[in-house]
T-cell receptor, first 111, second 115 residues
Framework: DQQVKQNSPSLSVQEGRISILNCDYTNSMFDYFLWYKKYPAEGPTFLISISSIKDKNEDGRFTVFLNKSAKHLSLHIVPSQPGDSAVYFCAASDGTYKYIFGTGTRLKVLA | SAVISQKPSRDICQRGTSLTIQCQVDSQVTMMFWYRQQPGQSLTLIATANQGSEATYESGFVIDKFPISRPNLTFSTLTVSNMSPEDSSIYLC????????????FGEGSWLTVV
């Protein structure tokens, strides 16, 4: 049973526009969420996090929104740049430091 | 954040052999983990590497196949034993950021291809 899902395997966005990547989870015990960017054959790079006590967190061009009642989080990238083209993973933990990762969304930013 | 180095970065291995991956962190960390990413798949936690004691394995992973050592707070190894083509994956070492206590950071990964 996939506890963390990213239902869009891919997304294409024009440079300068907003990219919205979505993530759904099923376990109500998850209380900390992370987003990573990953290039092929490299380790994931941490982007931004959010705790369940918040509904929004911003860091530069990246904003993460959390809707606990819907068990849904989203990552907004504004403005999108060609260098943002990568696979994005969301991850969730119930406080044990063991993270469950989503299946990933491949973002392509078109110049 | 901690700097995490892994060796080898990539290797091509013969079926039936074993390979040991090393993970070195530039600072002492309490919690260290090993993940696997099979081609086209998500990241899956293999085990928690415990300093001074046996690793804690997740469901579907066993010590005989993936023995782990953690001799101190800055170093760990993962061995992939008796490899088959299904073991072709990126193996990733990760640590909990001691400053935030919640974020995990990854090494650059070790890409193994079993032929």
């Amino acid at each position: 049973d996939q506890q963390v899902k990213q239902n869009s395997p891919s997304l294409s966005v024009q440079e300068g526009r907003i990219s919205i990547l979505n993530c759904d989870y099923t376990n109500s015990m998850f209380d900390y969420f992370l987003w990573y960017k990953k290039y092929p054959a490299e380790g994931p790079t941490f982007l931004i996090s959010i705790s369940s006590i918040k509904d929004k967190n911003e860091d530069g061009r990246f904003t993460v929104f959390l809707n606990k009642s819907a068990k849904h989080l989203s990552l907004h990238i504004v403005p999108s740049q060609p260098g943002d083209s990568a696979v994005y993973f969301c991850a969730a933990s119930d406080g044990t430091y063991k993270y469950i990762f989503g299946t990933g969304t491949r973002l392509k930013v078109l110049a | 954040s901690a700097v995490i180095s892994q060796k080898p970065s990539r290797d091509i291995c013969q079926r039936g052999t074993s390979l040991t991956i090393q993970c070195q962190v530039d600072s002492q960390v309490t919690m260290m983990f090993w993940y696997r990413q099979q081609p086209g798949q998500s990241l899956t936690l293999i085990a928690t590497a415990n300093q001074g004691s046996e690793a804690t394995y997740e469901s579907g992973f066993v010590i005989d196949k993936f023995p782990i050592s953690r001799p101190n707070l800055t170093f760990s190894t993962l061995t992939v034993s008796n490899m088959s083509p299904e073991d072709s994956s990126i193996y990733l070492c990760s640590v909990v950021d001691p400053q935030t206590g919640n974020t995990i950071y990854f090494g650059e990964g070790s890409w193994l291809t079993v032929v």
